[in-house]
């Protein structure tokens, strides 16, 4: 039977790993080669590191670094940061990259998302769509480059990734990124539903019973960060991922 | 060592994980940009993911298919197909209107889970795989193996003496299959941690 994935989700500031809270406030977690090869040797499901100035600063993919990366995995590698050309994707292909995350490009034009999907395949192009609550409570689409929220539904936006040719999707929580405090699961659950195509749930996971509610939710895969690379109430850096065995048991009754 | 692995280096590929991971089993591959490097070779690996039509049409138009054919059929080297390059090895695909190289009497499905079933296309993630039979790749007696699936087709076999190994989605397909040097496997064990390595690294040692 497939199996849920649990995807380690790094973000990646000017060379160094980092983790946000609620998109702010980026703590330096370590050094990136470092850190993957650690998940390597954990053999964790898959791997997923985020750039996330290069779209803000308009910076292309820093391709010498991913390459590094993906020598370093042999688990799928994800990449997303400043991506704006099938030719960008196809260079990071080459490296040894599995699959790219669209946001920023994607939210502009979807065109882009069609292009690498006819070329590459669907499996190897993502979006990813960041969503906040706006003060009535209500689940906006952000652009996170620009810092602001999005008037097109996030629904309508991810049927469209779809239709495009997004081969999975991302769903992250803003205000929970960072914060450990457990996941959106109603959006998990709405979302899982409304898309044909793996939906994976990043956002707000701090344990493992996070991870079992947003799967019985219906995510594909449960992705987190600070979760894997904080540990305890301080949150010292220390690099976790459970064992296969550990989730064989807490994934197998869902 | 038993020679230099030849991957003919056709559009729809992506090999860069594929030659990290066969030089981490102690093996040596290559990608050949042109079939009349391809002869010399005694063993060959087919990668690819895409469409299978781009994949027949990347092997027509670039001269490859009667080089290949040769190298599998008359003169019998090992030869494995990864994902793609399995479903090419087929007679056919639903996926498109071109024949397959036809080396394995087997065509190719879309996968079509029940709907309600909750399953979704692609099949996507880790799945653990059932071996068959004994054979030189994949160990009968290994415990749980698991890999790393990235597919909207699957293969199904005429023969069901060709099948290596089954996995699950939905319904039971071929995840491996084997007729003579002809090997094939629909997940990739380039990014399969040390299932996959153990692998590649029997083919490497083949």
């Known amino acids: 039977m497939l199996k849920h994935r649990v995807i380690p989700c790094l973000l990646l500031r000017n060379g160094g790993l980092v983790k946000t809270c609620k998109f702010g406030n980026p703590k330096y977690v370590g050094d990136p080669i470092n850190a993957i090869r650690i998940f390597n040797e954990k053999e964790v499901d898959e791997l997923m590191v985020v750039d996330i100035l290069a779209s803000k600063e308009g910076r292309e993919p820093n391709y010498a670094l991913i390459e590094q990366f993906a020598g370093e995995c042999f688990m799928p590698l994800c990449y997303g940061g400043g991506i704006r050309s099938v030719e960008q994707a196809q260079q990071l292909f080459a490296l040894g990259v599995e699959k790219v995350c669209l946001q920023t490009a994607a939210l502009e034009e979807l065109a882009l998302v069609t292009q690498i999907a006819e ?15 706006d003060w009535l409570g209500r689940r906006q689409l952000y652009a996170a480059a620009r810092g602001k929220t999005v008037s097109r539904p996030w629904r309508t936006f991810l049927e469209e990734c779809v239709a495009a040719g997004a081969g999975e999707l991302v769903v992250n929580s803003v205000d929970r990124d960072g914060t450990m405090a457990g996941m959106d699961i109603e959006l998990i659950r709405e979302a899982a539903a ?35 690379v904080f540990h305890g109430p301080h949150r010292a850096v220390l690099i976790t991922y459970p064992r296969y065995q550990e989730l064989e048991t807490l994934l197998s009754a869902t | 060592m038993n020679g230099t692995i030849a991957i003919p280096g056709i559009p729809c590929g992506n090999f860069a994980s594929v030659l990290r991971m066969i030089q981490k089993c102690g093996g040596d591959a290559r990608i050949v940009s042109s079939p009349d490097g ?39 080297v090992p030869v494995l197909g990864i994902c793609l390059g399995m479903q090419l090895m087929c007679s056919a695909s639903e996926e498109g209107g071109l024949p397959g190289l036809g080396w394995v009497d087997a065509e190719v499905r879309r996968l079509s889970p029940e709907p309600g079933s909750g399953l979704k296309v692609p099949h996507m993630g880790w799945n653990t795989v059932r071996v068959l039979r004994p054979n030189p790749l ?10 790393y699936f990235v597919h909207s087709y699957y293969v199904a076999c005429r023969r069901d003496g060709d099948v290596l190994a089954t996995a699950q989605h939905g319904k039971d397909f071929a995840a491996a299959f084997n007729r003579d040097n002809i090997y094939g496997v629909q997940f990739h064990p380039e990014k399969s941690h040390r299932f996959g390595m153990a692998l590649l690294r029997n083919f490497v040692n083949l």
């Open chain 1, 119 to 133: 070329r590459f395949g669907s499996q190897a192009v993502l979006v990813c769509a960041d969503i906040k609550k």
């Open chain 2, 138 to 147: 994949l160990d009968a007696d290994d415990g749980e193996q698991r890999f």
């Open chain 1, 194 to 228: 409304a898309l044909p195509v793996p939906l994976i749930a990043l956002g707000g996971c701090g344990s493992l019973a996070d991870i079992k509610a947003a799967v019985a939710a219906g995510a594909s895969a449960v992705a987190a960060g600070a979760f894997f």
């Open chain 2, 38 to 76: 391809l002869a010399r070779y005694q063993k060959v690996i087919i990668a690819g993911v895409g469409a299978f039509d781009y994949g027949m049409a990347s092997l027509r138009h670039g001269g490859w298919t009667d080089v290949l054919g040769d190298l599998a059929l008359q003169r019998k």
